[in-house]
Structure formats: structure tokens, C-alpha cells
């Protein structure tokens, strides 16, 4: 079946970019998102990208998809304290409803 | 900003109990679903349902589960008789069709079996 799969843990400072990498092995997927969840909170719709679509850009966030390699990445520039969270990978495929997660990346941002 | 509403926020329950979750899904849209997060996993589908019945559901949505539009806003999970491992985070999304790949997800329910 569908698999998702993502780094666990990322640490770095206040003001560098941060970049999350997730890998899927569903080759019709056709929308992949991001997605970000603070303590307590549900699941936040980041972005998301058309599988035909190769970069897109949303203020800070910039999200690569290189569907050869089935690999997805975001980009946080200039992070901040408030990025902390942790932020999931989700995939859906053609004819699905439903949306496969990754195990989601804790981001830990240092002042 | 219309949001997914969902409570309670926690629920505790016996094991064997019934328990129903409770959602209200953003006004204008019509597709729902529930997904779970068992502590430490990954969050995993458990059902879609559109114009009043079921359109997709997982091998975990056995027939312990069952959902329900009772009224025009509310969109309910219930477990009939709850086991120990139904203890997760359940989190309640829909989507309107004309944005058809945002998916807006709840806050979530926890709920503990005990």
C-alpha cells in the first residue's frame, strides 16, 4: 500500500531556513500537502502542490516536488521561535479520498 | 475564519462502552471524514462520507464504527463497544467541492479507554 515517510526531528536557530524532506512511494499521487500541528491543536493546512507542478512558493514556505524521485521537501525561511510544531507530509492519490500521513517532523527552534 | 469543530476535547470510557465523537464540519462543505493518531503513529483514514453514505473507508473502520449526519451540521463517530487500542487522538476534516484537495481538519478528540 501507500507509504509516507519522514525524518523524525529537526533542530535549528531562530533566523536560518529550516527544510523538512519527506519521501512517498504512491507514484499516482496527484495532491501532496503540508500540513502543521502545535501542542493541543489539530492539523493546519500549510500549502500543498499539485503532483504536475514542480516548486511552489507561499511567502516563507516554499515547497519542492521532485516526482521522479517521489520526494517532497519544505522550506521555512527566516524561521521562527513560532515554527516550533510539528509538521506532516500527506499524500493523496488518484480516484482517493482519503490522504496518507507520514509520521510527521517535530521542529525545534532555537532562540 | 470558519473552522471543523469538534467535542468533547477528551473523553474517557470503560472498555465495552459506546462512545460517540462529535464534529461540525465547516457550513458550506460537503465531504467528511475521520482520521486517528494512536500515541506515537502515524494518522491513519478511517472513513470518508459524501451525500449521505459512506464513499471510502479503511480495513480499521470494521463494523465496531459507524458514522452519521444526524441533523444538518453535525457529522458523529460512533465505537460500539470500545477495546483498549481505540484509545487515539480523533481527528474530524471536511472539504467543499469546489476546493476540492483542502481537506480542513479538527482539533481532535482524545479518547481513553481504560
Known amino acids: 500500500g501507500e507509504d509516507v515517510e519522514q525524518s523524525l526531528f529537526l533542530s535549528v536557530r531562530e533566523g536560518d531556513s529550516s527544510v523538512i524532506n519527506c519521501t512517498y512511494t504512491?507514484?499516482?499521487?496527484?495532491?501532496l500537502y503540508w500540513y502543521k500541528q502545535e501542542p493541543g491543536a489539530g492539523l493546519q493546512l500549510l500549502t500543498y502542490?499539485?503532483?504536475?507542478?514542480d516548486m511552489k512558493q507561499d511567502q516563507r514556505l516554499t515547497v519542492l516536488l521532485n516526482k521522479k524521485d517521489k520526494h517532497l521537501s519544505l522550506r521555512i525561511a527566516d524561521t521562527q521561535t513560532g515554527d516550533s510544531a510539528i509538521y506532516f507530509c500527506?499524500?493523496?492519490?488518484?480516484?482517493?479520498?482519503?490522504?496518507?500521513f507520514g509520521s510527521g517532523t517535530r521542529l525545534q527552534v532555537q532562540p | 475564519e470558519p473552522e471543523v469543530t469538534q467535542t468533547p476535547s477528551h473523553q474517557v470510557t470503560q472498555m465495552g462502552q459506546e462512545v460517540i465523537l462529535r464534529c461540525v464540519p465547516i457550513?458550506?462543505?460537503?465531504?467528511f471524514y475521520w482520521y486517528r493518531q494512536i500515541l506515537g503513529q502515524k494518522v491513519e483514514f478511517l472513513v470518508s462520507?459524501?451525500?449521505?453514505?459512506?464513499?471510502?473507508k479503511s480495513e480499521i473502520f470494521d463494523d465496531q464504527f459507524s458514522v452519521e449526519r444526524p441533523d444538518g451540521s453535525n457529522f458523529t463517530l460512533k465505537i460500539r463497544s470500545t477495546k483498549l487500542e481505540d484509545s487515539a487522538m480523533y481527528f474530524c476534516?471536511?472539504?467543499?467541492?469546489?476546493?476540492?484537495?483542502?481537506?480542513?481538519f479538527g482539533p481532535g478528540t482524545r479518547l481513553t479507554v481504560t
Open positions: 457550513s458550506n462543505h460537503l465531504y
Open positions: 502542490i499539485f503532483s504536475n507542478m
Open positions: 462520507f459524501y451525500n449521505n453514505e459512506i464513499s471510502e
Open positions: 476534516a471536511s472539504r467543499d467541492r469546489v476546493n476540492s484537495y483542502e481537506q480542513y
Open positions: 500527506a499524500e493523496r492519490g488518484t480516484g482517493r479520498r482519503a490522504l496518507t
Open positions: 504512491d507514484s499516482s499521487s496527484t495532491y
